[in-house]
């Protein structure tokens, strides 16, 4: 029973984990930037973005900043006609549906000297989506830890037989509780004054 409780928590906790999104700061400890050479394609090549993730810009507003592109515009590094541009120096962008986000910074030569990049979100995962075809990328769920031997017998049959065993055990837990209060009470009353 305790561990039928303990696998509910986690996959409740693993449930809130992947809805809420992953935060990824583009160019990790550089930042959005021109110095250093970051290769921003290498940064987001590894990475599996999913639908709700959550992309950081972090960089000097006074040098730079953040111009949301077509994919033309960013081969071409033209910012001329952004989609969206951010300033603040702290951006966070919330990646609301699945294909390519190209950002580059918008000013001049920045970009044609690397300081852009292509986000690519694949779908959501199935389990998570509420009307998912099955062809998902199944790379996109890493949160899910690897269970050794039998991880699908742990899925939605669970709940059942804790939940049986839970009841019970409450039953006992009350029938106990009763006896014990009954104990109390008489005991109490038949001690010596
Ligand atoms: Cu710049």
């Given at each position: 029973?305790?561990?039928?409780v303990?696998i509910t928590?986690?996959?409740?906790?693993?449930?809130?984990?992947?809805?809420?999104?992953?935060?990824?700061?583009?160019?990790?400890?550089?930042?959005?930037?021109?110095?250093g050479?970051?290769?921003?394609?290498a940064?987001?090549?590894n990475k599996?973005?999913i639908v709700?993730?959550?992309i950081?810009?972090?960089?000097?507003k006074?040098?730079?900043?953040?111009?949301?592109?077509?994919?033309?515009?960013?081969?071409?590094?033209n910012a001329?006609?952004?989609?969206?541009?951010y300033?603040?120096?702290?951006?966070s962008?919330?990646?609301?549906?699945?294909?390519?986000?190209?950002?580059l910074?918008?000013?001049?030569?920045?970009?044609?000297?690397?300081?852009?990049?292509?986000?690519?979100?694949?779908?959501l995962?199935?389990?998570?989506?509420?009307?998912?075809p099955?062809?998902?990328?199944?790379?996109?769920?890493?949160?899910?830890?690897?269970?050794?031997?039998?991880?699908p017998?742990e899925?939605?049959?669970?709940?059942?037989?804790?939940g049986?065993?839970?009841?019970?055990?409450?039953?006992?837990?009350?029938?106990?509780m009763?006896?014990?209060?009954?104990?109390?009470?008489f005991g109490g009353?038949?001690?010596?004054?």
């Open positions: 029973m305790d561990m039928a303990a928590v986690l996959v409740a906790f693993a449930s809130v984990a992947l809805s809420s999104g992953e935060v990824y700061k583009v160019g990790d400890k550089a930042g959005w930037t021109t110095l050479n970051v290769n921003y394609t940064w987001a090549a599996n973005f709700g993730d959550i950081q810009f972090v960089y000097n006074d040098f730079h900043n953040v111009a949301e592109v077509s994919l033309e515009d960013y081969k071409s590094c001329g006609s952004p989609k969206a541009t300033k603040s120096g702290n951006d962008i919330t990646l609301r549906t699945d294909g390519h986000y190209f950002f910074c918008a000013v001049p030569g920045h970009c044609a000297v690397g300081q852009k990049v292509d986000i690519q979100v694949a779908k995962a199935p389990s998570a989506a509420p009307s998912s099955p062809e998902a990328v199944p790379p996109s769920n890493p949160a899910t830890p690897p269970t050794e031997g039998t991880p017998t899925g939605p049959p669970q709940p059942q037989p804790s049986a065993s839970a009841t019970a055990e409450s039953r006992v837990v009350g029938f106990l009763v006896v014990l209060a009954f104990a109390a009470t009353l038949m001690l010596p004054r």
